[in-house]
């Protein structure tokens, strides 16, 4: 089965700050990779996604990521954070063409005004 | 257009209930998925549905089922409910079953005492 890891449960940064937080996947074929995000009280939202063709996806609010196939990552990016980007995000994957996605466990962000 | 609804949001049951939990997705599409989400185990795939068809089935016991309907809304139920139940129960729909971008509603929260 497949699993995915993000390995920052917990991060804390000051406005302005930059921000990379770490996806790691396992499996060998195909995927689909997504970010989605958890603003506080409101519902699971699509940050970006990766199919195919550049490895470097913009997504919304100035969120990038970047798929590196040989080490298995899809790790976040933002060059500057915002107060409001106070949230949870999920890293996801899904490689069976099914809508079955794995998701990792969270990265909790905290950004501090 | 509306989003993914959930019904009810927040429910409190005893050990031994069994629960049933209502998911309509965005208009148009064919594609429900469920997801457990607890703050230990994170986010976890119940199963899909398809047309009315289950797709694929997550690694839970059979006391947690679920249907579509022919209009694509979809019930999942719970039977002799546990206290390891309590959980915030998410459902997705997408266009497709293809591995495409899922959309969340907002969750039903299940307490079980």
């Known amino acids: 089965a497949q699993s995915v890891s993000q390995h920052n449960h917990h991060v804390i940064l000051s406005e302005a700050a930059s921000l990379e937080l770490g996806c790691n996947y396992s499996?060998?074929?195909?995927?689909?990779l997504f970010w989605y995000v958890q603003y506080p009280g409101q519902h699971l939202q699509l940050l970006l996604k990766?199919?195919?063709?550049?490895?470097l996806v913009k997504g919304i609010k100035g969120f990038e990521a970047e798929f590196i196939k040989s080490k298995f990552s899809f790790n976040l990016r933002k060059p500057s954070v915002q107060w409001s980007d106070t949230a949870e995000y999920f890293c996801a994957v899904n490689s069976d063409n099914f809508n079955k996605f794995y998701f990792g466990s969270g990265t909790k962000l905290n950004v501090k005004p | 257009k509306a989003g993914v609804t959930q019904t009810p949001r927040y429910l409190i049951k005893t050990r031994g209930q069994q629960v049933t939990l209502s998911c309509s997705p965005i208009?148009?599409?064919?594609?429900v998925s469920w997801y457990q989400q607890t703050p230990g185990q994170g986010l976890q795939f119940l199963f899909e549905?398809?047309?009315?068809?289950?797709?694929n089935k997550g690694n839970f016991p059979g006391r947690f089922s679920g249907r579509q309907f022919s209009n694509s809304r979809s019930e999942m139920n719970v039977s002799t409910l546990e206290l390891g139940d309590s959980a915030l129960y998410l459902c997705?729909?997408?266009?497709?079953?293809?591995?495409?971008?899922?959309?969340f509603g907002e969750g039903s929260w299940l307490t079980v005492v």
């Open positions: 997705a729909s997408s266009s497709d079953n293809s591995g495409n971008t899922i959309y």
């Open positions: 990766y199919f195919s063709g550049d490895p």
């Open positions: 549905y398809f047309s009315e068809t289950q797709r």
């Open positions: 208009s148009g599409h064919r594609s």
């Open positions: 499996y060998g074929g195909t995927v689909n």
